[in-house]
């Protein structure tokens, strides 16, 4: 940018200067010129003005001193007198411009272009009477002359301005790069101005990347640490029940019990990799995810039946209500979110409680809701359970498969969906998750 700034400065001056001096040269000579034909002009009327043959050749010959070439030439075009050349040799003057303009108007001029580019010669005549008219001329630099006369200085002012422009561009760019450079050095002080009002908006952008890069990147950090924190329960219990069958201690009846320890932790350790694999998954947006139509009423109703053996397990009576209704998104999705759901509406209850899903439409947007009577959410939880690794009571979690992973999937899906959550929740008496899908277009 520096760099552009600064070519685009020098550019800018070498074009000014330039065109300065082409303008400036050409206004000169055209004042200049116009002067020569006005001086010519004059001399031409005081010719006019000799009244004998004597006063006239005076005249002429002081002319000459001055460069000024003066001409009497007849009705035919002969030369009958010239100050210069011997008017006997010289060729018909009849057809000249500024001759046949005289003769008509009085009046004439002309400026013609010598041999040479370098000089113009400029003439004026005046009708003496019928007979003649008399024709003054005179050389001058034409317009290239000057220009090459100009061209040293010329050049000279175009190095120094140059020169100039070089060393400002250069002050100027810092100036303008400075505010910038310590923006992005100052990224985290939000309070920190921009000095242009017009990277205003590029800069609150900015930070707000910056902010969201670095909470990722925590939440990251964070999620590793929980998740190396997490295998190591599993994998600690494995070591152990493997080194008491290792050491021969084990009687053939606890054996099978460590076995079945192991196979546990084991499913446990399952469990907390597929969880976290989907998670990341889910991070890196929802690349996986097919969109087909979904009859949510009839993948609530599978969920159940899946689901039947375990609340018998738990105790907990777990039913369906409601109707047809038509969900858009990831199937995979759609039934881990019912299963997280009913699943915790089971593990979180007590003896003797029930479940109850139900899906329907409310005003023509599909509703899923989970009612558990078990024990319930106290406030002060409520906002933290969808975050990862989040539980109220480790031990119920651990004890009943949980990895705390569950609810911060649901969370994911849920967006995913473009759909909201509401909880409501009282401990004691039991949850209710409600999902509100968007209407179907
Ligand atoms: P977990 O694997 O521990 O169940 P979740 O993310 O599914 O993890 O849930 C987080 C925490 O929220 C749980 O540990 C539990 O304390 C609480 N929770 C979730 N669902 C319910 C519910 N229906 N009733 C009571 N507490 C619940």
């Known amino acids: 940018m520096k760099k552009k700034i600064n070519k685009m400065l020098v550019l800018i001056s070498a074009l000014a200067i330039l065109f300065t001096v082409i303008l400036t040269t050409f206004v000169y000579y055209d004042m200049f010129r116009k002067q020569i034909v006005e001086d010519l002009r004059g001399y031409a009327y005081i010719a006019r003005e000799c009244e004998t043959q004597e006063q006239f050749e005076k005249l002429g010959q002081q002319m000459r001193l001055s460069d000024v070439r003066v001409t009497v030439v007849d009705k035919n075009g002969d030369v009958i007198y010239d100050n210069e050349a011997n008017q006997a040799v010289m060729e018909n003057h009849g057809e000249r411009p500024e001759i046949v303009q005289a003769f008509a108007a009085e009046e004439g001029d002309d400026v013609r272009r010598s041999e040479t580019l370098a000089k113009n010669t400029f003439y004026f005549a005046l009708r003496l009477n019928d007979e003649a008219v008399i024709r ?67 800069v609150t952008t900015i930070r707000q990347q910056h902010q969201d890069i670095m909470k990722s990147a925590r939440m990251r950090q964070e999620f590793t640490a929980n998740v190396s924190h997490e295998l190591k329960t599993p994998l600690t219990s494995i070591m152990g029940y493997a080194e008491l069958i290792e050491s021969g201690m084990a009687e053939d009846a606890d054996v099978t019990r460590f076995a079945g320890g192991i196979r546990n932790s084991a499913a446990r350790l399952l469990t907390l990799i597929n969880e976290t694999i989907r998670l990341s998954e889910m991070d890196d947006g929802n690349a996986n995810a097919e969109v087909e139509n979904l009859n949510l009423y009839e993948m609530a109703k599978y969920c159940v039946e899946m689901l039947e053996m ?24 759609m039934e881990e979110l019912l299963y ?59 004890s009943t498969g949980g990895t705390g992973l569950g609810l911060a999937i649901v969370k994911h899906i849920i967006t995913g969906f473009g759909a909201r959550l509401e909880l409501n929740s009282e401990v004691g008496k039991g949850t209710e998750i409600k999902v509100f899908f968007p209407k179907e277009s």
């Open 136 to 202: 003054m001329a005179r050389d001058a630099g034409s317009v290239y002359s000057i220009l090459h006369k100009a061209m040293p200085s010329l050049i000279g002012t175009i190095l120094l301005l140059g020169a100039m422009s070089v060393v400002m561009a250069h002050f100027l760019t810092k100036r303008l790069i400075a505010p910038i450079g310590r923006l992005a050095s100052n990224l985290d002080e939000s309070d920190d101005e921009a000095d242009y009002e017009e990277l205003t908006p590029f």
């Open 310 to 333: 375990s609340a018998a397990k738990h105790e907990v009576q777990i039913s369906l209500l409601g109707e047809a209704c038509h969900v858009s998104g990831d199937r995979q999705q």
């Open 340 to 398: 997280n759901l009913c699943d915790n509406a089971i593990r979180y209850n007590n003896a003797g409680g029930s479940v109850t899903v139900e899906v329907k439409p409310v005003e023509g947007a599909p509703v899923l809701t989970v009612r558990d009577t078990g024990i319930g959410i106290s406030k002060e939880h409520q906002e933290r359970i969808f975050e990862r690794f989040y539980r109220v009571d480790k031990s119920r979690s651990k």
